[in-house]
Nanobody, 124 residues
Framework: QVQLAESGGGLVQAGGSLRLSCAAS????????MGWFRQAPGNERDFVAA????????YYADSVKGRFTISRDNAKNTVYLQMNSLKPEDTAVYYC?????????????????WGQGTQVTVSS
């Protein structure tokens, strides 16, 4: 069983930055693929970014490409999402997810474990 805990959300003005963290329990974090998703009220959970087990491969949604950066520190069992140039439309609850396979995925159902989410609110 893997437990994921997101942190770093909050309220920020448009154009600002936030860095989300997702801390994982367990000894096998370094073998997991990790992803970030977000869900705004009334919307489905949308893919944001993903990274494979060793951090070599990353993938981003078009809406965040060039503004967000996903990274991981396997020594700290943590994955990060650096968010720059934030826009009001980035407002959502952000979730991290782990894929036991070690690969990266764009679809939520490919992930095995999920965190509880952290709220990000971007004011205009």
């Amino acid at each position: 069983q893997v437990q994921l805990a997101e942190s770093g959300g909050g309220l920020v003005q448009a154009g600002g930055s936030l860095r989300l963290s997702c801390a994982a329990s367990g000894r096998t974090f370094s073998t997991y693929g990790m992803g970030w998703f977000r869900q705004a009220p009334g919307n489905e959970r949308d893919f944001v970014a993903a990274i494979n087990w060793n951090g070599i491969i990353t993938y981003y949604a078009d809406s965040v490409k060039g503004r967000f950066t996903i990274s991981r520190d396997n020594a700290k069992n943590t994955v990060y999402l650096q968010m720059n140039s934030l826009k009001p439309e980035d407002t959502a609850v952000y979730y991290c997810a782990a894929a036991v396979s070690g690969s990266y995925y764009l679809l939520a159902y490919d992930y095995d474990y999920w965190g509880q989410g952290t709220q990000v609110t971007v004011s205009s």
